[in-house]
């Protein structure tokens, strides 16, 4: 299993301002990288993610590390969690422990819990996300829009960052209601203190549209 990071676009800083870091895993039998549409949903079922995420969290961690010393610039990191590993007993303590080791800032890392999770799990959430601001890191609600009660979810909500999810970025340039909606969540959570990440821009034009709607951070 191999970590990628891909680079978070802020339009305040007109450049990177950190990253997701993303697994894949090479199967050296094809000689190739298989997709995590092809693995995490098998590993979900056979409880193998949890692992898989504490290994993702702390290699993430390590580098973070080693780079600092090795006096080299530092990013912000984004880290998944999956719905299983967020109801594991030994979640908050595990992530702080790692986070302590090696000797992360307070703030550097983010970790992102998809809205379908937060949808079932909200009071669990919530409190949860509670406890890990008080140990230091940023929580994020990935995947927003995906057809859940996202509009519920944002009152009160205690995330810090909302990324919305790529299939509204896919139809920005011609459907009105995707450019809408994206428009309208940008406002509403900048309005409550929540900044916004879109996923999956991929072009000049929707890079040119979306910096007129004043998102916090782009992916792509």
């Not at 676009?9 to 997709?35: C, H, M, P, T």
């Not at 090795?70 to 590993?85: A, D």
């Not at 819990?113 to 799990?121: C, K």
């Not at 896919?170 to 309005?191: M, N, P, Q, W, Y």
């Amino acid at each position: 299993f191999h970590l990628f990071y891909q680079p978070k676009y802020s339009f305040e800083k007109q450049g990177i301002d950190g990253s997701e870091v993303l697994v894949r895993w090479f199967d050296a039998r094809k000689n190739a990288y298989r997709s995590p549409d092809l693995f995490l949903p098998v590993f979900e079922e056979n409880g193998f993610i949890v692992k898989l995420d504490h290994f993702v969290f702390y290699k993430a961690c390590e580098n973070a590390a080693l780079r600092v010393q090795n006096g080299l610039e530092q990013y912000p990191l984004s880290v998944n969690v999956s719905r299983f590993t967020a109801i594991q007993p030994d979640f908050l303590s595990y992530y702080t422990r790692v986070k302590k080791k090696f000797g992360v800032k307070d703030g550097f890392i983010t970790l992102e819990f998809t809205e379908s999770f937060a949808y079932e799990n909200y009071e669990y959430l919530s409190n949860m996300i509670t406890a890990l601001h008080a140990a230091g890191f940023y929580c994020s609600l990935d995947d927003f829009g995906t057809g859940y009660s996202s509009l519920g979810m944002l009152k009160n909500s205690p995330a810090d960052v909302v990324k919305i999810d790529r299939t509204f970025v896919k139809g920005i340039l011609t459907s009105t209601f995707d450019a809408t909606f994206i428009r309208f969540i940008v406002e509403l959570c900048h309005d409550v203190g929540i900044r916004v990440c879109l996923e999956g821009v991929e072009t000049a034009e929707e890079y040119a549209l979306l910096r007129s709607m004043q998102p916090d951070y782009i992916q792509g």
